[in-house]
């Protein structure tokens, strides 16, 4: 058998210096999507997320909460797992930096950048935001009419002066520029590389990589009275969760990565320091880097002062696992800024999930488990409106295909949806119930047209609701190991014993205030 084509595909690694939000189920769930639909498509995916556990914010939160640093990461990061548990994240790696590998791993790349003569001791004075572990230019920064000086993500910045490592960055303004040239698919959505484009052509600084004023990190190789900064540490994450610094584990074919997905707040970490650091270190880059959008709750953005920071576990409970991934992949481009409220997510609930899919499941299952003796009924000959309605499933592959190629996960399901609305369009134009007496056979090949298109469905909707989706292909009596993409083509097989079609997308209703 042909050996089946890798796919690697990274989430950011979050800081747990506090409980996850929504921003991380969020790229948890789209990631996830990614990666459930290559696997789908015949790839052997490998999906790495995690946590980011050093730098001077997780310090700093600690102190406030009157617990050790180490206390506080594990604490957390045993949350953020529970939360991909919670949505289904289907990761085969969870890596957590204060991992004795990762502390290798990170102390190889140094020793590597080193080698390459990119690294020099100096002292640093500038800016710095703990909230966003970023160096800053004087330039980059403004003080606001409350005196305090903000960096551009809007976050305080503090003046650090001390003894500090520092990376040749301005070394490799020429090279990466020639990388966006040369890859113009390096970085997504566009707007994001038009920004990191014209950062590198401002011109790039020597940066900061080191500090001595704490010590919670990765020491720096023969000179321990340095801690790396935390961004040399994190980035690294991506190569250590494939076996580095051992090249010759089972899992370091997967690097490149094929994509990292991640918020568009950290793109130049991504996209400039990270390909410069694997340049100096003689390995090779990255494929892919892609940046969503900020999840807004009712347009405002989350803040713990604001007091708007939303559970992602009450999310689950209140609407279900795949309401809330569902809502969030069709509702936001992926790429953009998106909104989100109640009202919105009742609205896809019960429009797209509730009736447009699971009535028409309903509906049609329900019929064919009365007059057709509970099984996939035989067709006969094929009308236009039959052919019609088949052929626009069978083209949603290749749309969902180009679609997801450049993450673009709600386009996927635009796809999906079409053909489901269109099914609706169908079934209520033939009629079948009606049928049931004048013209039996040609009900029978209404139910099979329908049944084939919501076989296709399901397995195109799995990427995002999949336990949804898995429960739709039993009721349609569809095997366990003909739910791929390959098993696409096969057509729904008449004679198949379907189980009772139990309902899978409840309405939302409101729960009673009394
Ligand atoms: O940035 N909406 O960690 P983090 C959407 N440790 N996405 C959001 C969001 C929101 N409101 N808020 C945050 C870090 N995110 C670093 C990453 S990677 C080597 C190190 C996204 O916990 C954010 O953009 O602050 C990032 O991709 C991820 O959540 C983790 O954010």
Redesign the pocket.
Known sequence: MAQRKSFYIT???????GA?????A??AIATDALARFQRLDGKDVFFLTG??EH?LKMIQTAQKEGVETHVLASRNAGRFRDMDDRFGISYDRFIRTSEEQHHRSVQEVWKRMQANGDIYLDSYAGWYSVR??AYYAEDETVVGDDQVRRGPQGTPVEWVEEKSYFFKLSAYQDKLLKLYEDQPDFIGPDARRNEVISFVKGGLKDLSVSRTTFDWGVKVPGDPEHVMY??VD??T??ITGVGFPDESDANWHYWPADV???????IR??AVY?PAFLMSAGIPIQKRVY??????NKGE??SKSVGNIVDPFNLADQYGVDQVRYFFLREVPFGS??SYNHEAIVNRINADLANDLGNLAQRSLTMVAKQCDAQVPAHGEFSEADKAMLAMADGMIAQARSAMATQQIHQALNAVWAVVAEANRYFAGEAPWALAKTDPARQKTVLYVTAEVLRQVAILAQPAIPASAAKLLDILGVAADARDFAALPTRIVPGTKLPAPAPIFPRYVEPATD
């Open positions: 989430t950011a690694i979050s800081y747990p210096n996850p939000h929504i921003g991380h969020y790229e946590t980011d730098g966003d572990e935390v961004w994190a980035l994450n991506y990292h997905v991640i918020g568009k707040d950290i970490f991504h990270w940046a969503h959008g900020f999840l807004f953005k989350m800024d998106g």
